[in-house]
Nanobody
Framework: VQLVESGGGLVQAGGSLRLSCAAS????????IAWFRQAPGKQREGVSF????????DYIDSVKGRFTISSDRAKNTVYLQMDNLKPEDTAVYYC??????????????????WGQGTQVTVSL
């Protein structure tokens, strides 16, 4: 399994970024991909989740209505569109992949495969 994130950067509060996770090396329809984030001194936090087979999605409450997860099978890529960004969204964002059931997606320990991370910084 190979996961490569891109799209992070510096943006002002209220701005937008789109993160990409290029994914390969596994049976697409059997897997799920989640986005996690980790801010300095804090635990890694699950942000959003998508099952690649049927497109089931979920989000943590703090990003609902602002973030949108999607997948493009033809490009083997999962996206996280982040709108109306806030300073508290500042973190390193990681994508993770595994065979995961929706009720457990927020636990980072259920994922064996991770990308290298991409920094998102939101300024006032």
């Amino acid at each position: 399994v190979q996961l490569v994130e891109s799209g992070g950067g510096l943006v002002q509060a209220g701005g937008s970024l789109r993160l990409s996770c290029a994914a390969s090396g596994f049976p697409w329809n059997d897997y799920a991909i989640a986005w996690f984030r980790q801010a300095p001194g804090k635990q890694r936090e699950g942000v959003s989740f998508i099952t690649l087979g049927d497109g089931t999605t979920d989000y943590i409450d703090s990003v609902k209505g602002r973030f949108t997860i999607s997948s493009d099978r033809a490009k083997n890529t999962v996206y996280l569109q982040m709108d109306n960004l806030k300073p508290e969204d500042t973190a390193v964002y990681y994508c993770a992949a595994d065979v995961v059931i929706p009720t457990t997606w927020r636990n980072p320990r259920v994922y064996d495969d991770w990308g290298q991370g991409t920094q998102v910084t939101v300024s006032l």
